[in-house]
């Protein structure tokens, strides 16, 4: 048989570089596939990380609000607001008197209404301007600043000191709808 070109083929010969790989190398393709998944998956966090950090350099309110899972960050907002505002809840038989009851109603209306991409985006402008007022670290210095690690394999988080001798500000993270998201911040208290 030939070709339009004239150059003789085998189409047997062709026939065989067409199939499937053999049974022999299948589990380490198999294997490839799942250690480049896993890699991939390691990285993920570190990746919407990097993305969240360019977000906030460009203002981008959108990219911003794509990282965030809003039902679980006001939750941990307002139990933060209120822990700090009037110390922890009362226990189960205790009733909380009226002040402390009206306080926290304030305080879940006022996230609830005022918590946006942009007022996120002004408080976390804030947080990296103070640590920005020092002058450059070395690579040293923001390793000892920096920590990041998985929890569990959907929980993933990562913490900032930005003044030194201070706790990190922590940032929570899940896996949810196929990204890397924020659900909650730890941000250390003044003393």
């Not at 570190?46 to 977000?55: C, G, M, Q």
């Not at 408080?123 to 600043?145: C, E, F, K, W």
């Not at 909650?184 to 208290?189: Q, S, W």
Request: proline share 8%; net charge negative.
């Amino acid at each position: 048989m030939r070709d339009p070109a004239g150059v003789p083929f085998e189409a047997d010969a062709f026939a065989e570089r067409l199939t499937w790989p053999s049974l022999k190398r299948m589990p380490h393709a198999v294997g490839a596939v799942f250690v480049a998944m896993a890699c991939i998956y390691a990285l993920s966090p570190y990746l919407a990380l990097w993305s969240l950090s360019s977000a906030l350099r460009s203002h981008d309110a959108i990219a911003l609000s794509q990282h965030i899972d809003w039902s679980a960050l006001s939750t941990n907002l307002k139990a933060e607001a209120i822990d700090a505002l009037i110390g922890p809840p009362p226990s189960a038989d205790d009733l909380p008197d009226f002040g402390s009851s009206f306080a926290s109603n304030a305080v879940s209306h006022a996230i609830d209404t005022r918590l946006t991409p942009e007022l996120l985006m002004t408080m976390a402008s804030q947080m990296v301007n103070t640590s920005h007022a020092t002058p450059s670290l070395s690579i040293g210095q923001l390793y000892d600043r920096i920590s990041a690690h998985f929890v569990s394999p959907l929980r993933f988080e990562a913490g900032l000191v930005t003044m030194p001798g201070q706790k990190p500000t922590i940032v929570h993270m899940k896996f949810e709808q196929w990204r890397w998201k924020i659900t909650g911040f730890d941000i250390p208290k003044t003393v």
